[in-house]
């Protein structure tokens, strides 16, 4: 099974994307999916999230702004992202973790916030 990620772009400050992640095929014992992103030069980190039972997960410097959702029949998950700052410019990759089996990741998208 793999990850394809979706949505990237250049966008203005205050702009808005819509990234989308979707799995090949079924995922089982799935247990949450969700976005990290990486800027250069820093460390990745944690973005969203969403576990099996519908409840989110946000990094502050998000919260208000991004909105994760999930979709639990097609094993995807999209994560609406408002008031882009550029701060928030990065490489976004979804996973997909997994009861005992490794965590599954997408291919990275690039998400450039830039006037």
């Known amino acids: 099974v793999q990850l394809q990620a979706s949505g990237g772009g250049l966008v203005q400050p205050g702009g808005s994307l819509r990234l989308s992640c979707a799995a090949s095929g079924s995922i089982l014992s799935l247990t949450r999916m969700g976005w990290y992103r990486q800027a250069p030069g820093k460390q990745r980190e944690l973005v969203a999230s969403?576990?099996?039972?519908?409840?989110?997960h946000y990094v502050d410097s998000v919260k208000g702004r991004f909105t994760i959702s999930g979709d639990n029949a097609k094993n995807a998950v999209a994560l609406q992202m408002n008031n882009l700052k550029v701060e928030d410019t990065a490489v976004y990759y979804c996973y997909a973790a997994r009861s005992g089996s490794s965590t599954l990741w997408g291919q990275g998208t690039l998400v450039t916030v830039s006037s």
């Open positions: 969403i576990i099996s039972g519908g409840s989110t």
